[in-house]
């Protein structure tokens, strides 16, 4: 994965004491975020804060920060925390992909009709999308 990311530009900076964060409120924020255009960017953000910089991204000062760096409105995106109904949106919306047996991540699901788990070649990729493409 460091090898894959140097190609690409991206820095994983894994480390002894380095565990997995909760991201349940990063997701809820990402849900806040894709109605300003912004999902992929704030996605990013998150992803170069956890791997990259050693942060916390189940911190809410993380999460903060990142809405900021990316030019959200910070203090209304971190109230939708707490507001249970979007708490329970974005738990439904976890619960259709795990019945749907997306487990692990990342999941690249295409069309709904096929998936790719894990860190996989660009090959793989271009073998789902020709295999799709075929098909139609």
Known sequence: MIEAGEELGFTFDYFDE??????????????????????????MRLTTAFFSERKDVSKREVLKQALLDVGL??????????DQEIRDEIKNKEAFWQNAGV???????????SAVTGAQPVDVFKKVLTDLVNAS
């Open 18 to 43: 380095m565990r997995m964060s909760n991201t349940f409120e990063a997701h809820i924020l990402l849900e806040y975020a894709k109605y300003f255009g912004k999902q992929t960017e704030l996605k």
């Open 73 to 82: 409105d910070a203090t209304e995106a971190m109230s939708k925390l707490d």
């Open 103 to 113: 487990n692990s991540v990342p999941t690249i699901v295409f069309n709904k009709k």
